[in-house]
């Protein structure tokens, strides 16, 4: 079975998709739950727009990853669901958007509570403090618009050069999706 490592920053963790999870699990709760509910919170970061995902488990444990440094997600809105088990530590922190001055200058701390999610921007500044004690698994889905990323890479900036890949790849498409309101992407 292949084994990539969840994103470019954790080592610990699984790719749902190698688990052959986005068709039966993934898609429908990002086509269903995800949108709707981004729709309402976030209009103007294609939160109606979601037409893709990357979504993983991360995992956090004495001599493996204990904690994540401050980074901005390769997505336009990120849900991080606390799966378990029991840990002490490892709480998440939030700055503002990463294009910001002072992006970090005072971030919001948030004790990650067992069955809950947290939604944000995947352009906010954010990482895990160290993890103390137990082991903690974190489920995160990526959650990409085409209508917004198409336009300029959230990652450089820039107008992305597109290449050929498998699955949903990073989230770029050719075309634009053609129900897209352009006015309402600022
Ligand atoms: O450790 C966490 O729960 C945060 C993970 C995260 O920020 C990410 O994978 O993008
Ligand atoms: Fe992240």
């Given at each position: 079975?292949?084994?990539?490592?969840?994103?470019?920053?954790?080592?610990?963790?699984?790719?749902?998709?190698?688990?052959?999870?986005?068709?039966?699990?993934?898609?429908?709760?990002?086509?269903?739950?995800?949108?709707?509910?981004?729709?309402?919170l976030?209009?103007?970061c294609?939160?109606?727009?979601?037409?893709?995902?990357?979504?993983?488990?991360?995992?956090?444990?004495?001599?493996?990853?204990?904690?994540?440094?401050?980074?901005?997600?390769?997505?336009?809105?990120?849900?991080?669901?606390?799966?378990?088990?029991?840990?002490?530590?490892?709480?998440?922190?939030?700055?503002?958007?990463?294009?910001?001055?002072?992006?970090?200058?005072?971030?919001?701390?948030?004790?990650?509570?067992?069955?809950?999610?947290?939604?944000?921007?995947?352009?906010?500044?954010?990482?895990?403090?160290?993890?103390?004690?137990?082991?903690?698994?974190?489920?995160?889905?990526?959650?990409?618009a085409?209508?917004?990323?198409?336009?300029?890479?959230?990652?450089?900036?820039?107008?992305?050069?597109?290449?050929?890949?498998?699955?949903?790849?990073?989230?770029?498409?050719?075309?634009?999706?053609?129900?897209?309101?352009?006015?309402?992407?600022?």
């Amino acid at each position: 079975m292949p084994k990539g490592r969840p994103n470019t920053m954790n080592n610990y963790g699984v790719l749902l998709h190698e688990l052959g999870l986005d068709e039966p699990l993934v898609t429908p709760l990002r086509e269903r739950f995800l949108q709707p509910l981004m729709a309402l919170l976030y209009p103007d970061c294609g939160g109606g727009w979601l037409d893709s995902h990357s979504a993983f488990v991360v995992k956090y444990a004495p001599g493996q990853d204990r904690e994540l440094g401050c980074h901005y997600d390769n997505a336009e809105l990120t849900l991080n669901v606390a799966l378990g088990k029991a840990f002490t530590g490892g709480a998440l922190y939030f700055g503002d958007l990463f294009q910001a001055p002072s992006a970090l200058a005072r971030p919001l701390e948030v004790e990650h509570v067992v069955g809950r999610g947290i939604l944000h921007q995947g352009g906010q500044l954010h990482g895990a403090r160290p993890l103390g004690t137990g082991e903690r698994w974190n489920l995160v889905v990526w959650l990409r618009a085409s209508a917004v990323r198409n336009r300029l890479c959230p990652m450089c900036c820039r107008k992305p050069e597109l290449v050929d890949d498998d699955g949903f790849g990073d989230g770029f498409t050719r075309e634009e999706p053609t129900t897209v309101d352009a006015c309402a992407l600022t």
